[in-house]
């Protein structure tokens, strides 16, 4: 492995890019979109963050460019092996000094610099959300470790399906779908099993009942929005009625949770610190919503519930008040994950880029018919 020569196609590819007019418009409209979605994002969080904006606005614009990278990347690294051999400029490469492991490697880098470039053009916004307030040192060294690895991902999926793939349009339609499936694919997956699944629960009522038809004095009338005066009268005792028991279907998101664990949005929520609100106890930015709602699915839900109206504790319908666990607790009760999906991922794409080093070796023992060599 010669660091010059990886250094040199690494230039050569990516000054084949920037030439293009069009990969300038298109980090122009990026940028118009990140300044849209920074004032909605300023307008929003600003409401909702008594500690400051900043981490919402922050986390918005980080998972803009996580979303761009996931769309635009397939598109700049699904061709660029068999794109060069069809234009006739991979076979001059490959009688040259380079081997093929610097090859593969250099357009590997070359489509992950290119993806990188959207944050590059994001970072005066995240600087801006950074002074707005509210934003943790780690949250920024995380998440942009994070984002900056997932491009990878999607760059090294797309440069190696580029090189098992024959014909660059396939090889571009076959990573747009490898990358669906982990964005989309995990989410429906998540969805349609946990519903599939479902087990029976029961919940048992009692209710508190007065003697007799009339309205008794003390009770709450909702008409006048008043108590039944019982002037000298002493108002009659309740007494308990007979426990009623409902049976219904509950979903089992507990079972499936594992499939959102290689989602690109999840791992990077996951792996973030998560930022809790001072004043009301919740999320301060998207990182934290996200992963208290996927640590939410590993809980599984209670099967057995009991409303008693009937108990002292719980005297006068507060038994129907359904406890929230907080989400100190729930981050500290369930498992992180982000871990085990990122390295889903990365098993995936270095897999997918030997193959493409061994289909791109030469010389080829055998070529796809109608393969274009020089």
Known sequence: MSIARLRTLVALELTQRIRSVAWYVMLGIFALLLIGATVLAFTAFRAFASNGAGSGIYSTVVYIVLLLAVLVSPTLSGNAVNGDRDAATLAPVQVTLATTGEIILGKFLAAWITGLAFAVVAAPFMLLATAAGGVSGWVVVVSLVVLIVEIGVVAAIGVGLSGLVARPLFSVAATYLVVAALTVGTLLAFGLGGASIQSQATTYTRDLSYPGDAPACGMWQPDSGTYLDCGRERPPAPECGEWRASTYTVPRFDYVWWLLAANPFVILADATPTTLDPTYGGPVDLFGSIKAGVRQAQIAPELERRFDQCDPETFGGDAYLVDRTPYDEI????????????????????????????????????????????
């Open 331 to 374: 981050l500290a009760t369930t498992a992180p994950s982000w871990f085990v999906g990122l390295l889903v991922q990365l098993v995936l794409a270095v897999g997918l880029l030997l193959g493409a080093w061994a289909r791109t070796r030469t010389p080829a023992r055998r070529l796809p018919p109608g393969t274009r060599i020089a």
